[in-house]
């Protein structure tokens, strides 16, 4: 067992090593501490569900003053297929989620790429702000409900997304709970940065 306490058992050393790294920087920065069992409800999220499995290592509440927020250490097994062969890979990542006061419905919000914008002119699917190109340039963003997206997908909202500072996140939304992450490795700069959007969110929406 690591000091930050969960079960390290068939971890590489240099996956600990990632793991206790962001754990201090996190710890020095925010007032961190352990949750003990929450249910997540990661399953509700096409993040985790595009996956062949995923468990969850620990989880860790950050108190902020306004609304808790989370940090969860996440390892994630997936199969590929190569000429006929299926193959196992294991990432460990990092997510942070918060639980927000308005029903967004269900939204997720990416970098838009060049193959988004083609697309876009033959069939457009995705939610645009007219009032806020910068933004609507910069991320595809795919809702369920127009509606309740674009009431609670305010400036405040749409700033914090623009400050994000890491490519190839995910933000994805369910009602009331927000989780953002990426498929790169766990470092402690992510970290904070995600902690850092969960917080500034918890504040505002």
Not at 23 to 34: G, I, K, V
Not at 41 to 69: R, T
Not at 122 to 144: C, G, Q, W
Request: charged letters at 25%; glycine letters at 4%.
């Amino acid at each position: 067992m690591s000091s930050f306490l969960f079960d390290t058992k068939g971890l590489s050393q240099d996956t600990i090593d990632s793991f206790q790294a962001t754990y201090d920087e996190l710890r020095a920065r925010f007032n961190m501490q352990l949750t003990g069992h929450i249910n997540f409800h990661l399953e509700d999220f096409d993040a985790f569900n595009q996956y062949h499995d995923y468990n969850l290592l620990g989880s860790y509440v950050i108190k902020n003053g306004h609304s808790d927020c989370y940090v969860l250490f996440v390892d994630t097994h997936s199969k590929k297929a190569h000429e006929g062969l299926i193959t196992d890979h294991f990432e460990y990542q990092t997510w942070a989620l918060a639980y927000l006061k308005r029903d967004f419905g269900r939204v997720k919000i990416r970098p838009e790429t060049l193959r988004d914008k083609l697309a876009e002119l033959i069939h457009p699917l995705e939610l645009d702000f007219k009032e806020d190109k910068a933004f609507s340039d910069t991320f595809y963003v795919m809702v369920n409900d127009h509606a309740k997206a674009i009431s609670c997908m305010d400036r405040h909202f749409r700033n914090a997304v623009m400050d994000i500072r890491e490519d190839d996140f995910v933000i994805e939304i369910v009602n009331h709970t927000l989780i953002v992450g990426n498929k790169k490795p766990i470092t402690p700069t992510r970290a904070i940065y995600m902690a850092e959007f969960v917080c500034k969110l918890a504040e505002v929406c």
